[in-house]
T-cell receptor, first 113, second 114 residues
Framework: SQQGEEDPQALSIQEGENATMNCSYK?????LQWYRQNSGRGLVHLIL?????REKHSGRLRVTLDTSKKSSSLLITASRAADTASYFC?????????????FGKGITLSVRP | DSGVTQTPKHLITATGQRVTLRCSPR?????VYWYQQSLDQGLQFLIQ???????AKGNILERFSAQQFPDLHSELNLSSLELGDSALYFC?????????????FGPGTRLTVL
């Protein structure tokens, strides 16, 4: 079963706008990661946030984590056409079972030039 | 380029057949993961190996098996193939195989079962 559930399932925005994607999960986690996948290609790691962190930045990416709500958000600022891809959140399961990542179904982001 | 290589890129076979997918992890990475991605099931974790030993198991069917060799490359064997096994199969690697490790994904093998 999927641990992470992203929403919306699909998002279409204009270049230059910000894109916000959300992920909710069911069980306690150690870490949450976001990955990007261009069509038909392998996933690329974007950012990791630990369960004791609330916010993290990397370039145009901002990730927040609310463990009380079991949710995370990924914000891409000043989006570009090249950001068009699917975005997945992944959680590392229960504390102690620390090696397996469970991915959500992904969000399809389309950035219109 | 992630540094993870997978062969072959495409594979077309018939139901009932057996295939082997191969993965070479990034240099220095000890852990290898296998994933299956299909439209209806999304990205499913199959199995993980760390330094030659099985570390974690996911939704891997009994018809599927994997191993990691002493040189750390891994193979995923799929047997008695069914139409529903058609999917993209990804291999990923990480340094140690802990949940906080970033995983580096290969380009995938697209399997089509006819």
């Amino acid at each position: 079963s999927q641990q992470g559930e992203e929403d919306p399932q699909a998002l279409s925005i204009q270049e230059g706008e910000n894109a916000t994607m959300n992920c909710s999960y069911k069980t306690s986690i150690n870490n949450l990661q976001w990955y990007r996948q261009n069509s038909g290609r392998g996933l690329v790691h974007l950012i990791l946030i630990r369960s004791n962190e609330r916010e993290k930045h990397s370039g145009r990416l901002r990730v927040t984590l609310d463990t009380s709500k079991k949710s995370s958000s990924l914000l891409i600022t000043a989006s570009r056409a090249a950001d068009t891809a699917s975005y997945f959140c992944a959680t590392d399961g229960n504390p102690g079972a620390n090696s397996k990542l469970t991915f959500g179904k992904g969000i399809t982001l389309s950035v219109r030039p | 380029d992630s540094g993870v290589t997978q062969t072959p890129k495409h594979l077309i076979t018939a139901t009932g057949q057996r295939v082997t997918l191969r993965c070479s992890p990034r240099s220095g990475d000890l852990s290898v993961y296998w994933y299956q991605q299909s439209l209806d099931q999304g990205l499913q974790f199959l199995i993980q190996y760390y330094n030659g030993e099985e570390r974690a198991k996911g939704n891997i069917l009994e018809r599927f098996s994997a191993q990691q060799f002493p040189d750390l490359h891994s193979e995923l064997n799929l047997s008695s193939l069914e139409l529903g096994d058609s999917a993209l199969y990804f291999c990923a690697s990480s340094v140690r195989g802990e949940g906080y490790n970033e995983q580096f994904f290969g380009p995938g093998t697209r399997l089509t079962v006819l």
